[in-house]
C-alpha cells in the first residue's frame, strides 16, 4: 500500500479505495451516523439560537423608566388606559389583568409600578394620589390568582 496510515495519517487514493471496498455495508452505515450527527448539530445549534433570541425578547419586553407623569386630575382608569395597556391588555372577561396573591394591595401594585420589574417600565413620576387612584382601579378590575 502508500503512505503508512498510522504513521502520518494520510492514505493516498489507492488506500482510501481499498479501504472502502474493505469496509463494504460498514461504509453506508458510517455515512448515515456521520450524517445523523451533522443534522443532529444543526438542529441543536437552531433551537439554542432560537431559545436565546426568545429569552432576549423575553428580558426586554417592556422594560425601561417612563416618565409619564399624570395630570393631577387623572382617574386610574385613565392612568392604565395612558401607560398600562402598551403591555397589559384587557382579558376577555373585562378584567385588567390576573394579580398573584402576593401583590394584591395597592403598597404592592404602587411599588411595582414606580420600581418596575424585569419585564415591566417603572414609572417614577405616578405618585401620591395619582398612583392610589391607578392602585385602586387596578384591585377592583382585576382577579386574584
Not at 119 to 142: D, K
Request: glycine fraction near 8%.
Amino acid at each position: 500500500m502508500g503512505a503508512d496510515f498510522v504513521g502520518n495519517n494520510t492514505l493516498d487514493r489507492q488506500d482510501r479505495q481499498d479501504v472502502m471496498l474493505g469496509l463494504g455495508g460498514l461504509q453506508s452505515k458510517f455515512k448515515i451516523c456521520i450524517f445523523e450527527e451533522i443534522n443532529w448539530s444543526v438542529k441543536m445549534k437552531t433551537t439554542t439560537l432560537l431559545l436565546a433570541t426568545i429569552a432576549i425578547i423575553g428580558l426586554v419586553g417592556c422594560k425601561k423608566t417612563d416618565n409619564y407623569t399624570p395630570a393631577a386630575t387623572a382617574s386610574g382608569e385613565d392612568i392604565f388606559n395612558m401607560n398600562c395597556t402598551k403591555c397589559h391588555k384587557p382579558n376577555t372577561d373585562g378584567s385588567v389583568m390576573v394579580l398573584n396573591a402576593a401583590v394584591a394591595n395597592k403598597d404592592a401594585i404602587i411599588k411595582k409600578v414606580q420600581i418596575g420589574s424585569t419585564s415591566m417600565a417603572a414609572f417614577p413620576n405616578i405618585t401620591g394620589e395619582s398612583a392610589n387612584r391607578l392602585a385602586e382601579y387596578v384591585l377592583a378590575n382585576s382577579k386574584t390568582k
